[in-house]
Nanobody
Framework: LQLVESGGGLVQPGGSLRLSCGAS???????IGWFRQAPGKEREGVSC???????????YYSTSVKGRFTISRDNAKNTVYLQMNSLKPEDTAVYYC?????????????????????WGQGTQVTVSS
């Protein structure tokens, strides 16, 4: 499985972007996490969505993006999206998606209690006026 992120770019504060995480194969049974890393900072978890085989199929968000970002998946297109609204300068970072073949809730690995099987190469998001 390979992942490719797209949709990044330059946007003004308050604007929106939709990131895509496209896969070379079926994503149905993969939990997907979105992460970001700003220059000089550690990688930060943004959001995750569980596989269709999980009990709840839940999605989770970090407190810094909750209410502004929405994660979703289109299994027919082997793609997971991250809709980002009300963007702030502090959202500027390289955004990465990662996949784990797992039926457990995504938050387990998202919070560091597991290991992702594959990572994408990242897409740059810059929020600036």
């Amino acid at each position: 499985l390979q992942l490719v992120e797209s949709g990044g770019g330059l946007v003004q504060p308050g604007g929106s972007l939709r990131l895509s995480c496209g896969a070379s194969g079926f994503l149905d049974y993969y939990a997907i996490g979105w992460f970001r890393q700003a220059p000089g900072k550690e990688r930060e978890g943004v959001s995750c969505i569980s596989a269709i085989s999980s009990v709840n199929g839940s999605a989770y968000y970090s407190t810094s993006v909750k209410g502004r970002f929405t994660i979703s998946r289109d299994n027919a297109k082997n793609t997971v999206y991250l809709q980002m609204n009300s963007l702030k300068p502090e959202d500027t970072a390289v955004y990465y998606c990662a996949a784990e073949f797992a039926s457990r809730e995504c938050i387990i690995t998202f919070q560091g209690r597991g290991t992702y099987d594959v990572w994408g190469q990242g897409t740059q998001v810059t929020v600036s006026s």
